[in-house]
């Protein structure tokens, strides 16, 4: 029985080259291919496995999993990306995705990559690449003053801005490292030792 796969990429040419890669395959059916996220296609069409080309795995997509994996628990989610931050490899890992890989990995490695996650197997097969969205020196002073206990209405007075722009500094942190709170933001900046 054929790995029945659907297609999506940000980028209209690779996701063609991409089709065209995956047509020579044995034993893969493509039902279809689309650009972003593949919405109308969760419930309404039966296939085993999204192949995803993102430039860079953020919680936006970290988010539509989540949300694509409830209503389809079966499907199994291949990401090909470039760049990711190691906070949200974890994250993607627990949101249920099977697979995370480069396009060169992926090229390669193809029928491998398929027919495992196909059997229910978990491959993060992809080099760690620099930031591809570092902090700037105003994010990372910020966090290292709220891992030192810091109110965000203490920062605001300390560097002299207001409230509402270290708010906004923080949204860009959690957004940059992948997470959903301060603890989050203050553990995965530790691990990159951005702050002490």
């Given at each position: 029985m054929p790995i029945r796969l659907l297609i999506t990429s940000y980028d209209s040419i690779y996701l063609l080259g991409l089709k065209s890669l995956l047509s020579n395959e044995k034993n893969i059916e493509i039902i279809d291919y689309t650009y972003n996220y593949p919405d109308k296609y969760i419930c309404s069409i039966s296939f085993d496995i999204l192949i995803m080309h993102i430039p860079f795995l953020n919680t936006k997509t970290i988010e539509w999993i989540r949300y694509a994996k409830k209503q389809s628990?079966?499907?199994?989610?291949?990401?090909?990306?470039?760049?990711?931050?190691?906070?949200?490899?974890?994250?993607?890992?627990?949101?249920?995705?099977?697979?995370?890989?480069?396009?060169?990995?992926?090229?390669?490695?193809?029928?491998?990559?398929?027919?495992?996650?196909?059997?229910?197997?978990?491959?993060?097969?992809?080099e760690q690449q620099p930031l591809l969205c570092k902090l700037n020196d105003m994010e990372i002073r910020i966090l290292q003053m709220i891992a030192n206990d810091y109110t965000n209405n203490q920062v605001s007075e300390k560097l002299n801005i207001s409230k509402r722009t270290v708010e906004r500094h923080l949204s860009s942190c959690f957004e940059k490292?992948?997470?959903?709170?301060?603890?989050?933001?203050?553990?995965?900046?530790?691990?990159?030792?951005?702050?002490?």
């Open positions: 628990p079966l499907v199994h989610f291949i990401l090909i990306c470039p760049c990711y931050h190691p906070a949200v490899v974890s994250t993607a890992y627990e949101v249920g995705v099977s697979a995370i890989v480069t396009s060169e990995i992926f090229q390669t490695q193809l029928s491998n990559i398929l027919q495992q996650v196909a059997n229910g197997q978990t491959l993060f097969l992809i490292l992948g997470v959903h709170s301060r603890a989050g933001a203050i553990a995965a900046a530790m691990r990159l030792k951005l702050i002490e």
